[in-house]
């Protein structure tokens, strides 16, 4: 390894390392809410996980005023992870903690709403649901459903309110999963049929949690919701003109990434993943109508029992673990065993002296 002699080339893989870090202890505090662990384990990791947090923003934040966006490819990669599993785990924004709690709980970020609207515009349609749909409008419950305890726990919420929490809704970290696997499946990761399924089910899930009458957040109605859950598909990228002879607003580079993984063949079959994509959320969008005279209310409880949240979680992490699994460990997890390759053990002490790091990093 060359020598270290340039600050910004110190602080990248610092960074590299906190993002890769954060991501893994969030996954591992994760794992034992799923496996519902020891009491004592489950604290350690919420405490730990606080720690982790806090330290990754400040040095983000410091990184940014110091250089430049961080451009290599290893740390874009890791940030994209980092973001999801911060926000899907914790409700937060890793790369801007005080805008999330400056937001009223279930409200997702505004440019959530502004893609709905433009996808929808781009594809001709006034709601993600076929024409001539009767839209169902759900009315919040004022009891609370049969798994809400088992949800509480399986989800932390209540050993995790004494922790570092957000405000970002389900709808934000859906949107950061299509990126984070854009993102991937640009690098040639698998992108196939368990994908799609779970794709689906997080939009559905983020339907769910919006009229959940356990949600924090007062219950949302109309469709505009589930336009923002369900607006994920091919989009054009042309802009068109609207109504008013304005230019529609401008392709994203987002959007772009995503068509591009829509694109893409299926691992299994001769299809697109966007045309199987299509089908099976429209599947899932029908089953969100109820029967002729049914009550909203009581047809997503059903759903909630069809489409265990726990089942979810377990795709969910399968996932994570994939996408960990196909990113290298940083080069300062070395550190781990007070080693660095290419350095003698003075060399990693004063390297680490110099930046005011402790000489042993735990794993």
């Known amino acids: 390894m060359a020598p270290i002699s340039d600050r910004q080339q110190v602080d990248e893989l610092i960074l590299d390392y906190l993002l890769w870090y954060c991501a893994e202890t969030l996954i591992y505090e994760h794992s034992l809410l799923l496996d519902e662990g020891p009491q004592d384990c489950i604290q350690s ?34 940030l994209k992870l980092c973001r999801f599993v911060c926000s899907y785990f914790r409700r937060l924004d890793i790369t801007d903690l005080p ?33 001539g ?3 169902p409008s759900f009315t919040p419950s004022t009891t609370e459903p049969r798994n809400t305890a088992r949800e509480e726990v399986l989800f932390g919420r209540n050993l995790r309110k004494r922790h570092i929490n957000g405000t970002l809704t389900l709808r934000d970290a859906l949107f950061e999963f299509m990126l984070l696997s854009a ?36 219950p949302n109605h109309g469709v505009e ?15 068109p003109i609207t109504d008013n002879g304005d230019d529609d607003t401008e392709t994203t580079p987002q ?90 053990d003075e060399e990693v002490k004063g390297l680490l002296t110099a930046l005011g790091m402790v000489t042993e990093v735990e794993g």
């Open 133 to 135: 749909t009767t839209i």
């Open 225 to 239: 919701i589930v336009n923002e859950c369900f607006s994920y598909g091919f989009m054009p990228l042309i802009i």
């Open 255 to 344: 959007e772009i990434i995503l068509n591009d993984m829509y694109g893409g063949l299926s691992s299994t079959s001769s299809v697109s993943i966007g045309e199987i994509l299509e089908t099976r959320r429209n599947a899932v969008l029908s089953e969100l109508i109820p029967p002729y005279g049914g009550d909203g209310d009581t047809h997503l409880r059903k759903l909630v029992e069809k489409y265990p949240r726990d089942e979810f979680e377990k795709m969910l992490m399968e996932f994570l673990i994939g996408v960990r699994g196909n990113q290298d460990r940083p080069v300062l997890a070395q550190l781990e065993g007070n080693r660095l390759a290419g350095y003698s």
């Open 45 to 78: 990791a919420l405490t730990k996980s606080d720690s982790v947090i806090k330290m990754t923003y400040l040095f983000y934040a410091d990184f940014l005023r110091a250089h430049s966006i961080p451009t290599p490819l290893t740390i874009r990669r890791r």
């Open 99 to 131: 805008s999330v709690f400056a937001r009223k709980p279930g409200e997702a970020a505004p440019h959530i709403t502004a893609r709905a609207i433009t996808w929808l515009r781009r594809r001709g349609q006034t709601s993600v649901f076929p024409p």
């Open 183 to 218: 993102f991937e499946s640009a690098l040639d990761a698998e992108v196939n049929e368990q994908w799609i399924e779970l794709a689906v089910q997080f939009m559905l899930h983020a339907v769910l949690e919006a009229y959940h009458p356990s949600s924090e957040s007062s």
